[in-house]
T-cell receptor, first 116, second 109 residues
Framework: DAGVIQSPRHEVTEMGQEVTLRCKPISGHNSLFWYRQTMMRGLELLIYFNNNVPIDDSGMPEDRFSAKMPNASFSTLKIQPSEPRDSAVYFC??????????????FGPGTRLTVT | GQSLEQPSEVTAVEGAIVQINCTYQTSGFYGLSWYQQHDGGAPTFLSYNALDGLEETGRFSSFLSRSDSYGYLLLQELQMKDSASYFCAVRSNAGKSTFGDGTTLTVKP
């Protein structure tokens, strides 16, 4: 299996621009997670989906952030408008929630976002 | 909500044994996971404990005491490649895990 795929791997944008991060989970996994990692705040869960449905978005920082999962093989995390404090590494992870080992999350390589 | 505490840094020498502790507070508990992350890389799964006791996987072992809300990761026969950050994560419901701030392990020759 190719593992979790994220694109782009690096993104540099100017404040105020829209940013879209993409994720393809491992085939057959029905849970998908978006995390943000910074030195100051560590690894934070932003939102997670189960069977393409958002289950918990309590970690989404504000209305500028939105996430979608239109089908089982694709998800996006959008930031509009972006701000310098959004600079971080964004990870997507997937998990085979309905079969063992359902607790193991497989992380993608991450997208390093820099907002200037 | 959930909160986890683990040491920020640990240093050990090659060949030694090191233990990384994790205490947690959570409103619901399904299990405790451990992940390893090398600099510039993604977290990778190491182990999971749902029940009290010790789970062994090669050089790595993980322990859980649910009554004490405590767990640890034990790394034996340390190698230079074990230098990384280690995160404990509490699974508070069937889907969600909350990660600790991570422990940076430095292995010296």
């Amino acid at each position: 299996d190719a593992g979790v795929i994220q694109s782009p791997r690096h993104e540099v944008t100017e404040m105020g621009q829209e940013v879209t991060l993409r994720c393809k989970p491992i085939s057959g996994h029905n849970s998908l997670f978006w995390y943000r990692q910074t030195m100051m705040r560590g690894l934070e869960l932003l939102i997670y989906f189960n069977n393409n449905v958002p289950i918990d978005d309590s970690g989404m920082p504000e209305d500028r952030f939105s996430a979608k999962m239109p089908n089982a093989s694709f998800s996006t995390l959008k930031i509009q408008p972006s701000e310098p404090r959004d600079s971080a590494v964004y990870f997507c992870a997937s998990s085979p929630q309905d079969r063992a080992p359902s607790y193991e999350q497989y992380f993608g390589p991450g997208t390093r976002l820099t907002v200037t | 909500g959930q909160s986890l505490e683990q040491p920020s840094e640990v240093t050990a020498v090659e060949g030694a044994i090191v233990q990384i502790n994790c205490t947690y507070q959570t409103s619901g508990f399904y299990g405790l996971s451990w992940y390893q992350q090398h600099d510039g890389g993604a977290p990778t799964f190491l182990s999971y404990n749902a029940l009290d006791g010790l789970e062994e996987t090669g050089r790595f072992s993980s322990f859980l005491s649910r009554s004490d809300s405590y767990g640890y990761l034990l790394l034996q026969e340390l190698q230079m490649k074990d230098s990384a950050s280690y995160f404990c994560a509490v699974r508070s419901n069937a889907g969600k895990s909350t990660f600790g701030d991570g422990t940076t392990l430095t292995v010296k020759p």
